[in-house]
């Protein structure tokens, strides 16, 4: 049986104090919805449907990156979780399956967690996430009667007696989409906030004598985002729990906390991450790779062996064969360097292929962009490209080629030869010594002068 996910994100978020949707405020480099999207990739959904409301473009689009087969379906005022889930009859009213229930705000929640909802659901018609709270606070609270979860009560809505429960509702919730749409059909807005509760769904089913159960998880796998500081934590939380995989996958981390990961980085084993090293999304490095102290990379692979920084940026489109170096004050963008070339020094390296065994001198730039254009450099392998030289793309260099250093090559350089554009040097004899004396006088009497 196919699994439909919903995740409701219509809320404004007022408490973020920010013209973005909350949903869209990021942890790790992703927006918090994708955070909830990649957690229940563990059920591997059939249909995936957005609940939108403040912001509905940016969050279609912002979904559309990065699931073009996710849906979003617009609420226009928000009445409630019941009422939010209502909206997707359109899209999932046929839906012969389940519907998962999750919130945009709410990214921790596990795959193995829902893996567990799902494995109640074979003997039961809802399962709904719960969790021993701390402090229970404003959370519907989950009543029990031995395995079987018989209401849920809205703190508003709640006695003495019920608040005292300390055994919460996430808010995930998971059943068959046709038994969700029947019960919502019986749920009306008549309590303290005026809203359909989504809640409601399970007294429904207990009157009808349908079983009905909770599935418990951590507190910190619940934990809802309303605030900066609270997307703070999540952050610092996301931050600790991927370097510690990370480790447990054999990568040392010389000094964790000073490591900044994204959502997606991924990192073979025995590979050494050096203090500072922040990954922005899309960098895959592979084994035994050594990333130096300050270094920032983004949307790179990096290769078994290579060594980057200390201070290098890889930006987008960087492809790193095995054993290639990359040294300090080097940015790479969009260019593959192929096996055991060397770019050790000050250099960038955009919109270029290098062939294996090249070395790049200090200083050197590979001037791409003519101001409106963009253009390739081509350089073969076992090349030298002597300092300071800049390659005005688009331009091509042959495999066993040099450059002169400070050449400022514009023409292709055949294979083997020398490519060399600089001004001859000229030696004029005893000139220095005579311009020194010269400026020592005049420096003389302007001091002179000025007592
Ligand atoms: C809800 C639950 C409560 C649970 C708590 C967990 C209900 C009635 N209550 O309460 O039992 O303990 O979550 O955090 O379900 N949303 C919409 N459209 C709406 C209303 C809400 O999309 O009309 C979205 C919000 O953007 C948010 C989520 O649903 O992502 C939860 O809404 P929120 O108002 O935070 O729910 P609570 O009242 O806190
Ligand atoms: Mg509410």
Redesign the pocket.
């Known amino acids: 049986m196919g699994t439909a996910l919903v995740i409701?994100?219509?809320?404004k978020g007022t408490r973020m104090n920010s013209d973005k949707p909350k949903v869209l405020h990021e942890i790790a480099g992703a927006p918090m919805l994708v955070h909830a999207m990649r957690s229940a990739a563990s059920l591997d959904p059939e249909r995936t449907v957005i609940?939108t409301?403040f912001g509905h473009e940016d969050v279609a689009r912002a979904v559309a990156d990065y699931d073009e087969t996710a849906e979003t379906v617009l609420?226009p005022e928000?009445?409630?979780?019941g009422?939010?889930v209502q909206m997707t009859r359109d899209l999932l009213g046929d839906f012969d399956g389940d519907i998962v229930v999750l919130?945009?705000?709410t990214p921790f929640v596990q795959g193995e967690t829902l893996l567990r909802m799902q494995d109640a659901r074979v003997d039961n018609d809802l399962v709904v996430l719960g969790f021993e709270a701390a402090d229970p606070g404003?959370?519907?609270r989950l009543k029990m009667d031995g395995p079987r979860l018989t209401a849920?009560v809205?703190h508003a809505d709640a006695t003495d007696e019920e608040r005292a429960i300390t055994f919460?509702?996430?808010?995930v919730m998971m059943g068959s989409a046709s038994l969700m749409f029947d019960l919502l059909d019986n749920t009306n807005n008549d309590n303290a906030q005026g809203?359909v509760?989504?809640?409601d769904v399970v007294g429904i089913a207990n009157a009808r004598g349908l079983s009905v159960t909770a599935v418990t998880c951590d507190e910190t796998e619940t934990m809802?985002i309303n605030s900066r500081l609270q997307l703070a934590d999540a952050e610092r939380i996301f931050q600790d729990r991927a370097r510690a995989e990370l480790m447990e996958d054999g990568v040392t981390l010389q000094r964790p906390e000073t490591v900044t990961l994204a959502f997606d980085t991924v990192v073979g084993r025995d590979t050494v991450i050096e203090p500072y090293v922040f990954f922005g999304p899309g960098v895959t490095v592979e084994s035994g790779a050594h990333i130096r102290a300050f270094s920032h990379l983004e949307g790179a692979h990096v290769s078994r062996g290579g060594v980057v920084g200390p201070y290098a940026r890889l930006r987008p489109g960087t492809e790193l064969a095995e054993d290639v170096k990359v040294g300090n004050f080097v940015e790479i963008k969009n260019a593959q360097i192929d096996e055991g070339a060397k770019v050790n020094h000050l250099s960038y390296i955009g919109d270029a292929v290098l062939g294996a065994g090249t070395n790049i001198g200090a200083g050197t730039i590979t001037c791409n962009y003519d101001g409106v254009m963009k253009h390739r450099t081509t350089i073969g392998r076992n090349v030298f490209i002597g300092s300071n030289t800049m390659l005005v793309a688009p331009v091509t260099i042959g495999d066993d080629a040099m450059t002169g250093s400070g050449s400022i090559i514009t023409n292709d350089v055949e294979d083997g030869a020398l490519g060399i554009s600089r001004a001859r040097q000229v030696n004029k004899p005893g000139f220095a010594r005579k311009l020194f004396e010269m400026l020592k006088a005049k420096k003389d009497k302007q001091t002179k002068e000025a007592e």
């Open positions: 409701l994100a219509a809320g609940v409301g609420q928000q009445n409630g979780t009422h939010a919130y945009g705000d404003k959370y519907g849920i809205e919460c509702n996430s808010g809203e509760y989504l809640t809802g």
